[in-house]
């Protein structure tokens, strides 16, 4: 069965950093993209950042490029997301998710991770 | 770039089918035929339930149906039942950014 459980999660203030994880199972990790959808408490859902699966090309949405830093260790089937210069607008929990086998969505979701961003 | 455009709510009676639209551009809904629909329940990860515009992955229920025209792509839902009272989110492939979510419709089961 495919797990992915996020960790990291935390209250920062403006301005500060934090490293989120996502420890993978139940997959062959190395095979699969994997991705960073963030979603404001009561609000929808914004794709953030992607990573391929050997680590190597990256991608990040507007709002975070210069800021987010997405990273991946396959032998510990974890991926990473590096957060700096946090704003309150990036204050929402935080899912890494993977597509399905032959599946072109979002079919594998973690739980979530809590990320507070205020003085 | 924006949020696909969704109604906010849409409510239904148990029996009945509603439909909920998800309006884009020709840069993202109009041009990708990879259009997904997700269902989340409060406090819960979301849930595919359409890709591709109208393909249901395995374990899903025949009760959920996608298409699309156009800029527009719609998710069905027939037969409503008490549990399908979620959000629903579609989400694009888009020319710009890497994918684009739309921005949610609350489904009331009355």
């Known amino acids: 069965e495919v797990q992915l459980v996020e960790s990291g999660g935390d209250l920062v203030q403006p301005g500060g950093s934090l490293r989120l994880s996502c420890a993978a199972s139940g997959f062959t990790f190395s095979n699969y993209w994997m991705f960073w959808v963030r979603q404001v408490p009561g609000k929808g859902l914004v794709w953030v950042s992607r990573i391929d699966n050997a680590g190597s090309r990256t991608s990040y949405a507007d709002s975070v490029k210069g800021r987010f830093t997405i990273s991946r260790d396959n032998a510990k089937n974890t991926l990473y997301l590096e957060m700096n210069t946090l704003r309150s607008e990036d204050t929402g929990v935080y899912y890494c998710?993977?597509?399905?086998?032959?599946?072109?969505?979002?079919?594998?979701w973690g739980q979530g991770t809590l990320v507070t961003v205020s003085s | 770039q924006s949020a696909l455009t969704q109604f906010a709510s849409v409510s239904g009676s148990p029996g009945q089918s509603i439909t909920i639209s998800c309006t884009g551009t020709?840069?993202?809904?109009?041009?990708?035929?990879?259009v997904s629909w997700y269902q989340q329940y409060p406090g819960k990860a979301p849930k595919l339930i359409i890709y591709?515009?109208?393909k249901r992955p395995s374990g899903v229920s025949h009760r959920f149906s996608g298409s699309k025209s156009g800029n527009t792509a719609s998710l069905t839902i027939s037969g409503l039942q008490a549990e399908d009272e979620a959000d629903y989110y579609c989400?694009?492939?888009?020319?710009?950014?890497?994918?684009?979510f739309g921005e949610g419709t609350k489904l009331t089961v009355l």
């Open positions: 998710a993977r597509y399905g086998d032959y599946v072109t969505g979002f079919q594998h």
């Open positions: 989400c694009s492939s888009t020319d710009t950014t890497f994918i684009v």
């Open positions: 020709s840069n993202d809904v109009g041009s990708y035929n990879l």
């Open positions: 591709e515009v109208n």
